[in-house]
């Protein structure tokens, strides 16, 4: 099936002809809130691999990459991954589509795409180099993509799997947990409230972990409601001495506060255990921006290395997370939702042309689970 104007596989009518613009919130320059703007003819994503596959955007979750990224985040960074061999001009990647979580369903297959058929009700995480959610159709590999949970709505669906992804690669790949060894361990989640904690949570409840959250005050009874075995009220006074009044020492951190933290957390680590701290606020993109892609590595990996060495002296591993698409992971969390063991947090949902009041619910901070994006 191709346009008989074009010959791409996009989306066309009828009389097949393609229809090569689509409405999006797009963002054309790096800025606050006023860079961005509804655009009625955004470019229709086109599938260039036989592997990738376009899907119908229902809704589009959001999470502060999505605020970082409107204000430049991760341009040099982004940019590499886009065009590794720098033969675009700078300035290449607008307009820009924001948004890293889809939920809709699949419109057009790749010719090797094997897995999924059109009207397939689908979940993804996006890279953050690629076209995002904030639109009617989004390009992804099928790879990325993964058989939506039919127990969730689109909107609660499109609240996951960013943070999942997230969670996934930071407590299985790099942190070595599984379902089958979580059960002895006990973990400490530090910022348990946000989009990445409420989800992290549930996944080591559902592992058999026992799991010590931080959070603020107003976000006890939530956490709790999600399984957290002990709540510690990060604003009652040293949270590290109240962490320690808990006695008992930690199998494993995930750090989604960093800074201050990073100081005292990997302290409270069981020594010689092969006990291992992850933090998720990592100065990799930030070093880029600041330095330039070459140097931002060279300083990257000096402090890498500094920070990995000063740990390990101290018998505890330290390391650090990064979020990775995956779709065979969200196929297993996938079936801890069918399982009713894991829901989605959803804290305010916006409809499409409330898009910019939903960044600025994102720039509160304060968050209590995640921000959806309906588009259709
Ligand atoms: P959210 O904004 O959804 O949540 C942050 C939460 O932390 C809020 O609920 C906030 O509530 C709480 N919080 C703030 N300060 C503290 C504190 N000192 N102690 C405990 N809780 C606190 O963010 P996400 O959960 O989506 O992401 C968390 C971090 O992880 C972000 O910095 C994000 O950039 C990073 N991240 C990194 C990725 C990577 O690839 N490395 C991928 C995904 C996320 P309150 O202020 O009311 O306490």
């Known amino acids: 099936k191709a346009c008989w104007r074009c010959s791409h596989t996009r989306l066309f009518s009828a009389t097949r002809v393609c229809s090569s613009t689509m409405t999006a919130w797009v963002i054309e320059k790096y800025g606050s809130n006023e860079v961005l703007r509804f655009s009625k003819d955004a470019p229709f994503p086109v599938i260039n691999y036989p592997n990738e596959v376009i899907v119908k955007v229902f809704a589009a979750g959001l999470n502060p990459i999505d605020v970082s990224m409107r204000g430049g985040h991760g341009a040099a960074t982004f ?48 890279p953050p180099w690629k076209q995002g959610s904030l639109a009617e159709f989004v390009v992804l590999s099928a790879n990325e993509v993964s058989h939506k949970p039919k127990s969730m709505t689109h909107t609660e669906a499109a609240g996951v799997p960013y943070v ?25 989640v530090l910022g348990g409230s946000g989009g990445v904690g409420t989800f ?49 020492k930690f199998d494993l951190i995930l750090d989604t506060i960093g800074g201050q933290t990073e100081h005292w957390a990997p302290g409270l680590l069981k020594p010689w255990s092969g006990s291992t701290y992850i933090t998720l606020v990592t100065p990799f993109v ?6 330039g892609v070459a140097d931002g590595m060279v300083k990257t990996a000096a402090l890498w290395t500094s920070r990995v060495f000063k740990h390990i002296a101290k018998g505890v591993h ?5 979020f990775a698409a995956s779709g065979p992971a969200l196929d297993e969390i996938g079936a801890l939702v069918q399982a009713g063991q894991i829901q989605a947090v959803v804290e305010e949902t916006f409809n499409f042309p409330r898009v910019p009041e939903a960044f600025q619910r994102m720039e509160k901070g304060h968050a209590r689970g995640k921000t959806v994006v309906q588009i259709t």
Request: net charge negative; charged share 20%; with cysteine.
């Open 286 to 291: 930030h070093n880029a921006d600041v330095l």
């Open 164 to 188: 999942a992804t997230t969670v996934w690669s930071a407590l299985v790949n790099t942190g070595g947990l599984t379902e089958d060894n979580c059960a002895t361990k006990r973990i400490l």
């Open 318 to 322: 330290y390391r650090w997370g990064f």
């Open 200 to 248: 992290a949570i549930q996944l080591l409840k559902a592992w058999g972990a026992h799991v010590t959250v931080t959070c603020s005050r107003d976000a006890q009874q939530l956490v709790g409601a999600l399984g957290a075995d002990c709540v510690v009220d990060y604003t009652a006074g040293p949270v590290k001495d109240q962490l320690e009044a808990l006695g008992g």
């Open 79 to 126: 940019s590499m991954q886009r065009d590794p061999l720098n033969v675009l001009q700078s300035g290449s990647e607008f307009p820009l589509i924001l948004g890293r979580e889809v939920s809709g369903t699949i419109m057009e297959c790749g010719l090797d795409v094997k897995y999924f058929r059109e009207g397939d009700e689908v979940w993804a995480a996006i």
